[in-house]
C-alpha cells in the first residue's frame, strides 16, 4: 500500500519561505510523475507543480519564478521549495503521484495522495 506523508506547512509572513517534502513508502515511485496541488476554503483543488519520471517540470503561472519542484530518488521524496510567499498562496498543500505522464495538472489523473499539510502565509 502506498503512502504518502507531506511535511513542511507552517505559518510564515509574506514574502517568506517554506520548503515542502513529500516522502513516499510501500512502494517506489521513481517511474511516476509527482505533483502538488493545493486547496483554499471554499475553492476547488488546483494544480501547483509537477516533475515528470525523466524530472521534466510543470507549474501553474501563479507560482513559476517562486516555487520549485524537485526529487530525490534514492530517498522516494518530492519537494517543493516556495518562496516569496504571498497571502493568496495560503491553502491545505497535497502531494500526488501518477503513473502516468500526460494531464499532470488534472488531479483526476493522479493514483496517489497525500493527506496534505496547511501553509499559512500572513501579510
Known amino acids: 500500500q502506498v ?18 517534502s513529500c516522502a513516499a513508502s510501500g512502494r517506489t515511485l521513481n517511474s511516476y510523475t509527482r505533483g502538488w496541488f493545493r ?6 483543488r488546483e494544480f501547483v507543480a509537477a516533475i515528470s519520471r525523466i524530472g521534466n517540470t510543470y507549474y501553474t503561472d501563479s507560482a513559476k519564478g517562486r516555487f520549485t519542484i524537485s526529487r530525490d530518488n534514492a530517498k522516494n521524496t518530492v519537494y517543493l521549495q516556495m518562496d516569496s ?4 498562496d495560503t491553502a491545505i498543500y497535497y502531494c500526488a503521484a501518477m503513473f502516468s ?23
Open 3 to 20: 503512502q504518502l506523508v507531506e511535511s513542511g506547512g507552517g505559518l510564515v509572513q509574506a514574502g517568506g519561505s517554506l520548503r515542502l
Open 39 to 44: 486547496q483554499a476554503p471554499g475553492k476547488e
Open 85 to 88: 510567499l504571498k497571502p493568496e
Open 101 to 123: 505522464g500526460t494531464y499532470y495538472y488534472s488531479p483526476n489523473r493522479y493514483d496517489y495522495w497525500g493527506q496534505g499539510t496547511q501553509v499559512t502565509v500572513s501579510s
